[in-house]
Nanobody
Framework: QVQLVESGGGAVQAGGSLRLSCVVS????????MGWFRQAPGDQRELVAR???????KYADSVKSRFTISRDSRQKTVTLQKNSLKPENTKIYYC??????????WGRGNQVTVSE
């Protein structure tokens, strides 16, 4: 069974950095986009960043220049380096993987808390 295993969340002060990692556990083929979403209580889940197999990236406007997504397709990992964190970045971050056939898989989520 394929699962997405996330790590790297936690608590940090404003201005600090965190690095989230996601590893595909199990045999997975024909992977398309991999990326990260986030969600606060009562809000919709929103895209943070994603990367296509060829390296094309898309970021939410609010994180451009502060967050960087990277991906290792051979090892089936995706990471999100988050710098200059702000209190409003306090949310649960979810790893996301899409297959080429459109099927989508989510990680369990990692809490990120940024204090003043």
């Amino acid at each position: 069974q394929v699962q997405l295993v996330e790590s790297g969340g936690g608590a940090v002060q404003a201005g600090g950095s965190l690095r989230l990692s996601c590893v595909v556990s199990g045999s997975a083929f024909d992977i398309a986009d991999m990326g990260w979403f986030r969600q606060a209580p009562g809000d919709q889940r929103e895209l943070v960043a994603r990367m296509a197999p060829g390296g094309t990236t898309k970021y939410a406007d609010s994180v451009k220049s502060r967050f960087t997504i990277s991906r290792d397709s051979r090892q089936k990992t995706v990471t999100l380096q988050k710098n200059s964190l702000k209190p409003e970045n306090t949310k649960i971050y979810y790893c996301d993987m899409k297959y080429r056939n459109g099927f989508e898989l989510w990680g369990r989520g990692n809490q990120v808390t940024v204090s003043e």
